[in-house]
């Protein structure tokens, strides 16, 4: 933010829900929020607003009556409206917003700015190592190699320093090093080839690249051509194919021939087949988050448009396809095949399709710990596109698309039809997505890990993985057993449409009146097990508290719960109550 900020106050400003006035205040620009508050409440009042600028998505005013309304909706999809007693009110208030909320450099963002340290168990900034976690895989030596032909970004800008390539291809003295350049010369963005995962159940893998650079004229490329040969030869499934899975839809990849890309020529990968797949661009996805949003947060819902709207924005639809995808990569795997995924340029479909695959086929990754390496492995070392997919500086509004949040929602899909085999909650995810737009962490800034280096994130910048490690207890699932995932620990997504609903948690969290209630049955199973967990967490703190207050006074009584318990042991009490009113 800027150094030198001045500060603004705007007196006889309205809260409010539509035609109803909910409160009256002023608004006040801090350094990094605004704040709406009534003076005259003291300290009780219910009706504080605290707005980072950074969360905050769009900014319009509108004339009501005699008075104006400004209208702000976050990225956290909460929706906030303020009456102004005049226009020149509301164009300083629209136009303070606007000039804060879209700062014109990376520096400028909240991450930079002086923070509490965070009290957390784990270095956030180490937390994933390439090596050890291939190693975790039980990566065959024999077959693939680590390689620093990244190491100063000059194989490709946007992936990673550390990759992994069949052996032949890390053998410099016989021409590997050649192969691997003139690959990523026929890749777009140079995104050639690497190894995303190998499943040891039968030592199949999951590749990943961009979409090649055929052109109209269907060019082709003798060094990719040997690179996809040799990864094939990395599978003791010698009798199978390798899979291309272009996710895309066909025609939008016809399309991009003309652009001199598209998709591989089949005349040059005589051992692989190539499949299509319907996910669609990142503008269709931003388009139809919009449509979905437009009609969950209407001011006054009417059944028959919340329906009609809920269908039109085809959301749910897109959430299945990648879904589909994603199984489909899941089968082909635990057939023996292994599998090249790629869309475009490789970092957005592609990181969704993957992260999800690995995540049904891998219980680490199903664990607190693992999805955090899940994450940085497929989006941040492989280039996901944070800084301008979620539109944290200005720049251009078209690159902005919510593909971080399909996969949060898709994992949360599955954790609804598998609530045994998650470590985490739905809390998490939540919590994890709200990191990623408060801009406080330097994590997800940067489009790639050499952005990231560049900008000496680490260096200057929080990690959000030791802030969310520092909530950890939060976000824990009573229900996590992983005795009872499939014996191979493969989970398999059920695709039919009644496994899909609104993530009302989500998109609907700040309107609790619209939210649903919960099955009978779901309610009091979930209070049962989360009172026996919570229970188990307050015994813990009262045993840590008073062997800390033994400590301090030898071998005094330990004391009563302090006051800071209190609030864990009201929400037991509440869900005694929430268990009875289920029951």
């Known amino acids: ?19 109803k006035v909910l409160a009256k205040g002023v608004l006040k620009f801090q350094h990094t929020v605004v704040l709406f508050h009534d003076p005259t409440a003291g300290g009780d009042d219910a009706h504080e ?21 400004v209208d702000i909706f976050c990225k956290t999809f909460r929706k906030i409206e303020f009456g102004l007693a005049s226009e020149a009110d509301s164009q300083q208030v629209q136009a303070r917003l606007e000039q804060l909320m879209l700062p014109e450099s990376l520096e400028m963002l909240d991450a930079f700015q002086p923070q509490r340290a965070i009290s957390s168990t784990i270095d956030g900034w180490n937390l994933y190592d390439v090596e050890a976690e291939y190693s975790r895989q039980q990566v065959p030596v024999a077959q693939w190699q680590l390689v620093d032909y990244n190491a100063n970004f000059a194989l490709c800008g946007t992936y990673g320093t550390k990759l992994y390539l069949p052996s032949p291809v890390a053998d410099k003295k016989h021409g590997g090093m050649e192969i691997a350049f003139g690959a990523a010369k026929h890749r777009s963005k140079q995104r050639l080839p690497a190894l995303s995962y190998y499943w040891k159940g039968n030592g199949a893998c999951i590749c990943r690249s961009a979409q090649p650079m055929a052109g109209v004229q269907s060019k082709r490329s003798e060094d990719d051509e040997q690179l996809l040969e040799y990864m094939r030869l990395c599978n003791p499934n010698l009798d199978l194919d390798l899979i291309i899975v272009d996710t895309r839809p066909k025609v939008n990849a016809m399309a991009n021939k003309a652009a001199g890309k598209g998709f591989e020529n089949m005349e040059g990968y005589p051992n692989c087949r190539l499949e299509f797949h319907g996910i669609q661009n990142i503008h269709a996805m931003r388009e139809s988050l919009n449509s979905l949003l437009k009609s969950c947060l209407a001011s006054a819902i009417d059944v028959p448009k919340l329906l009609k709207g809920l269908a039109d924005a085809s959301w749910l639809k897109h959430i299945q396809t990648v879904m589909k995808t994603s199984m489909v990569i899941v089968d082909y795997v635990t057939s023996g095949h292994t599998v090249l995924v790629h869309c475009s340029d490789g970092w957005d479909r592609t990181a969704q399709t993957c992260s999800l695959a690995g995540l049904m086929l891998d219980p680490y990754y199903r664990t607190t710990h693992g999805y955090c390496v899940l994450i940085e492995k497929e989006w941040l070392s492989f280039g996901h596109k944070f800084l301008d997919r979620n539109g944290f500086i200005k720049g251009h509004a078209k690159e902005v698309s919510p593909i971080f949040l399909q996969l949060l929602e898709c994992t949360w899909s599955l954790q609804r039809q598998y609530p045994h085999a998650f470590e985490f ?11 990623l737009h408060s801009c406080k962490f330097g994590t997800f ?30 976000f824990v699932n009573p229900f996590y057993d992983p005795s009872q995932d499939p014996d191979d620990g493969v989970l398999r997504a059920d695709l039919n449409s009644r496994h899909y609903e609104v993530w009302l948690a989500m998109y609907c969290r700040w309107d609790t009146e619209s939210l649903s209630k919960q099955p009978l049955l779901r309610t ?3 209070y049962k097990v989360k009172l026996a967990h919570d229970q188990q967490r307050l015994k813990a703190a009262k045993a840590k508290l008073a062997a800390l207050k033994g400590e301090a006074a030898g071998d005094e009584p330990a004391p009563e719960l302090e006051p800071e318990m209190e609030p864990l042991q009201a929400w037991l009490d509440n869900s005694k109550q929430s268990i009875l009113r289920a029951w």
């Open 445 to 474: 800034l940067g489009n790639s890990e050499q952005a990231r280096l560049d900008a000496k994130l680490k260096e200057k910048t929080p990690s959000a993985w030791a802030y969310l490690y520092s909530r950890i207890s939060e």
């Open 425 to 435: 909650n739905e809390s998490f995810l939540i919590a994890l997505h709200d990191c």
């Open 1 to 19: 933010m800027d150094s030198h900020f001045e500060p603004l106050v705007v007196q006889d400003v309205v809260l409010k829900q539509g035609r």
């Open 524 to 526: 009091y199973e979930y």
């Open 49 to 69: 607003q605290w707005i980072e600028y950074m969360t905050i998505q769009t900014v319009s005013s509108r004339k009501t009556g005699k008075t104006w309304t």
